[in-house]
């Protein structure tokens, strides 16, 4: 059933599963050794076609690390023709001249680079690969000759988390138009490296602290750089309750090439990962799917797959979540709620808030 509340806004788009790092919190697990994207050139075509006859999301070429796959630029030149916002993540090793002015060849319209750590020693040791700060900042500095625009994705858990001041102020340093904070997910690689996942206690902390640093700069009116948690939903919750608190009215910003709008999680509502084989899941975290787009076209399994759908029906979400009043702008993480309760409708883990209904209906027993 077509609904055009829920059209695609952004998509990441997992070109290769192949890299040339070995990261700890890995969402795909990927090595070199991991499989290329099982179709053609052709069949990215149709793909982006197809996409297109129901709207010109941002398209981020992704992996493993996407500049493996040789027919990178083409894909990426083929989603610009037809209307897509095309953007590139990688982990910055493989970025030279040559494959800057292909970028800008092609019309990439921004670059997102990870950066776990403010110095070598911390950000190899989480990537496991000797040099990546150094691969980082390289890649900054050709980005910076070429004027191509450039954001930094951070991953957190318990090994790196004392350092997250420190890589925002880096991440501020080397010019990125955005930082985006993210705490590791159970998923991947990640599964393995559970025991080092920041816990609700730890988050709630580092959202706190996000949220004194997004005030300051909507307060001094800083436009230099975005700032944003990613994938901690509840922070949307965190935040209007402290400016509450505050008794501050904060306008927040967004980024162009951003996930959408003003709410937490918008998995499966306006964005989704295809990855290397075609499947099609919510998200870029998202464990499982129900569809794959080189069976059926895209157009017609975004709007059919079950669990696409379900990720829609907010008002059938259980648990906490299902009573919350913020659930509107925050929606829980659904692959947090998958990975404790085998049931990706059920309550986020990570977020201990006890909505006022709860509370009510507690304080009501006899
Ligand atoms: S479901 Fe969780 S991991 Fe996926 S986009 Fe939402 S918050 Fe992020
Ligand atoms: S209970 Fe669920 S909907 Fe409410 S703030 Fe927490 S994660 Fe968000």
Redesign the pocket.
Known sequence: MRNEEFIPKWLAWEITRRCNLNCIHCRSSSTMESEEGEFTFEEAKKLMDDIATISKPTIVLTGGEPLLRKDVFDIAAYGTEKGFRMCIATNGALVDDEVCKEMKRVGIKIVSLSLDGSTPEIHDDFRKQPGAFDAVINAVEHFKRYNIPFLINSSFTKRNAFDIPNVYKKARELGAKAWYMFLV?P?GRGEDANEELLNAEEANYWLNWHYELEKELILKGDNTILVRP????HYYRIFRQNAKRDGLDLKRRNLVFG?GGGK?????QS?ALIDCHGWLK?????PISDVNVFDIPFSKAWFESKIMQDMRKIDEFKGRCGKCEYLKIC???????YWKYGD?MEE?PVCDYVPVKIRLKDNNKP
Do not use: H
Request: net charge positive; hydrophobic share 35%; aromatic share 12%.
């Open positions: 997910l998923v990613t994938c901690a939903p996930t937490g999680c918008v998995a499966g964005i919510p998200c870029s975290y998202f929606n829980g993480c659904r692959v947090r709620a990706y986020d």
